[in-house]
C-alpha cells in the first residue's frame, strides 16, 4: 500500500470554495493512483465513514456540474425531436379517428335520430379519446422502434427546468403538426360533396 501512504500537495480554487488561499495551501491531499476497481475498493475501504460521505457529496457535486455543462442546445433540441414524434402520432390519430367517426355518426344517426352535427363531434371525439387510450403504447413502441431510441438525456439531465421547456415545446409542436396532418379526411368529405352537388 505504498500508493496509499504517498501524500501529495494539495491545491484547489478559491472561487469553487469559501476557503481563503492560506487554508488552500494547508490542505493535503491523498491522492492515490486508481488504476481499476480494486485499488478504488481498497481505497474507499481505508476512508472512515465521515470521509466516505464526503467523498460522495463530492462526487455527486462533480456529476451534476458536468451534466450540466454538458446540456448543450443541440442536446436538448434532440431531446424535443425525440419526445415531440411521439405526440404528433397522437395528434394524427386523434383528429383523423375523430373526424372520420364523426362523420359517419352525422350521416346515420344524425339523420335517424336527429342528432345535431356537434352532438356528432363530440361523440366522434369520445371514440377518439377511447381508441387513444389503446393505441398510446402502440405509438410509443413503434416511434422507438423506428428511431432507435426515445431519448438523448439522462434522467438527472431531464429533472432540470431547462430540459423541462424544451421537453414540453417538443411535444406541442409534435401534438400541433400531428393535429394538422390528421384532418386530411376533410378533404375527402369535401370532394364528396362537390360530387354530390355536380350529379345534382
Known sequence: KQWYQRR????????????????????SVLRPDITDKSTADIFVNGLSISEREY??????????????TALTTKL????AFYSGIPFLGFGFLDNTIML??????????????GISTLAAAAMGNLIS???????AGTVEQTTKRLLGRSSVLTAEQREG???????????CLGICIGCILGMWPLFLLEKEKEDECTDR
Open 8 to 27: 501529495v500537495r494539495g491545491y484547489c480554487y478559491r472561487a469553487a470554495t469559501s476557503l481563503s488561499r492560506q487554508q488552500c495551501r494547508r490542505i
Open 55 to 68: 467523498l460522495s457529496e463530492a462526487l455527486s457535486h462533480v456529476r451534476e456540474q458536468s451534466e450540466k
Open 76 to 79: 436538448l433540441a434532440l431531446e
Open 100 to 113: 372520420c367517426a364523426g362523420e359517419y355518426i352525422d350521416i346515420t344517426l344524425g339523420s335517424a335520430l
Open 129 to 135: 379519446d377511447v381508441a387513444g387510450i389503446g393505441t
Open 161 to 171: 427546468a431547462r430540459a423541462h421547456r424544451w421537453v414540453f415545446s417538443g411535444r
